[in-house]
């Protein structure tokens, strides 16, 4: 049996003895509930206890993908459609006013978001441009 160090969460690792790879991770995130664990994503770390460069880029890759997904639901937000708020007016005055915050806050989340994509896009290598 080998010793294996298996990140199960974001910040947790656990160390368990297997006979291979595959077995670690089952048995490490069956050790997650302990420590709370709401989605886990066994990866075996190195022995320098990082994480291998192609599970980075793959976490990295499927943050972007995640940003993007934010960045268009924030553009709605900041950016609503007209008709929909003047109806919104005419059904619901009280609501209709709590419009101009929610969209400064979309505005102030996007550029936010926006600025973390961009930054990814420069530690991956990746043109921002390509419309990642």
Excluded: F, H
């Amino acid at each position: 049996m080998k010793e294996y160090t298996v990140e199960v969460t974001s910040v947790t690792t656990v160390t368990v003895k297997a006979e291979n790879e595959d077995e670690a991770t089952t048995l490490a995130c069956g050790e997650a509930w302990k420590y709370d664990a709401d989605s886990i994503d066994g990866v075996i770390l190195g022995p320098d206890g990082k994480k291998p460069a192609a599970v980075l880029e793959s976490y990295d890759r499927r943050l972007l993908d995640d940003l993007d997904t934010l960045a268009e639901k924030l553009e709605k937000q900041a950016n609503p459609n007209k008709t929909g708020v003047a109806m919104l007016g005419v059904l619901s005055p009280a609501l209709a006013s709590l419009v101009p915050a929610t969209t400064e806050a979309g505005k102030k989340d996007l550029a936010v978001v926006t600025k973390a994509k961009v930054r990814l896009c420069e530690l991956l290598g990746v043109d921002y441009s390509d419309g990642v």
